[in-house]
């Protein structure tokens, strides 16, 4: 069955540091979506991405957060200068179209990357 | 923002019992429904879907019940088995903006062998 798969699965960094996420989503899906869960708290939406481009984000992914296709199955996530509060295990996850409703599409996720930030 | 909400952190059911997850919303606007599935250190998987065109959805073990007028679903799992145990997060999307899933902070269901 395909699947979304994502590195590292976990990483260790220092506050202020850069860190990049990795992402392959599933290869015929066209929409791309970032999403993290704090320990113990909700699965939040962070960003979606199509045609090479942001769709939406929330109010979580700042100017410290980007995202980037750099080539046809790659998708990451960046996070310029980490922060204590970024310690969280982030979801990447992509779906074959837009339009749940009537479609029958759904929203498929890795296994996570746990970013520890000290 | 607590737009939808799992109200009972925990649940535990007796193996080939039915396990009843709930799930309440407050955005009308919301007409797209998810189950998701999650085990530690793993990504949510998909279980079921609802459109809020249905009321009832059904693929096994597992159906979905919408009720649109009180904002409220269910999940229910017949029979219950062991490894269903695990996290189940319910989540809504609507049409406006289907690109993202609004989650909520799911209910851990222990099916006691």
């Known amino acids: 069955e395909p699947e979304v798969t994502q590195t590292p699965s976990h990483q260790v960094t220092q506050m202020g540091q850069e860190v990049i996420l990795r992402c392959v989503p599933i290869?015929?899906?066209?929409?791309f979506y970032w999403y993290r869960q704090i320990l113990g708290q909700k699965v939040e939406f962070l960003v979606s991405?199509?045609?090479?481009?942001?769709?939406?984000k929330s109010e979580i992914f700042d100017d410290q957060f980007s995202v980037e296709r750099p080539d046809g199955s790659n998708f990451t996530l960046k996070i310029r200068s980490t922060k204590l509060e970024d310690s969280a295990m982030y979801f990447c996850?992509?779906?074959?179209?837009?339009?749940?409703?009537?479609?029958?599409?759904?929203?498929?996720f890795g296994e996570g990357s746990w970013l520890t930030v000290v | 923002d607590q737009q939808v909400k799992q109200n009972s952190p925990s649940l535990s059911v007796q193996e080939g019992r039915i396990s009843i997850l709930n799930c309440d919303y407050t955005?009308?606007?919301?007409?797209?429904f998810l189950w998701y599935k999650k085990y530690p250190a793993e990504g949510p998987t998909f279980l079921i879907s609802?459109?809020?065109?249905?009321d009832k959805n059904e693929d096994g073990r597992f159906t979905v019940f919408l009720n649109k007028s009180a904002k409220h679903l269910s999940l229910h799992i017949v029979p219950s088995q062991p490894g269903d145990s695990a996290v189940y997060f319910c989540?809504?999307?609507?049409?406006?903006?289907?690109?993202?899933?609004?989650f909520g902070s799911g209910t851990q269901l222990t099916v006691l062998p």
């Open positions: 996850a992509s779906s074959e179209k837009v339009g749940l409703r009537f479609t029958g599409n759904t929203i498929y």
């Open positions: 290869s015929n899906h066209l929409y």
């Open positions: 991405f199509y045609n090479n481009e942001i769709s939406e």
């Open positions: 955005n009308s606007m919301f007409d797209y």
């Open positions: 609802i459109s809020s065109i249905k």
């Open positions: 989540a809504a999307s609507f049409s406006g903006s289907a690109r993202q899933l609004t």
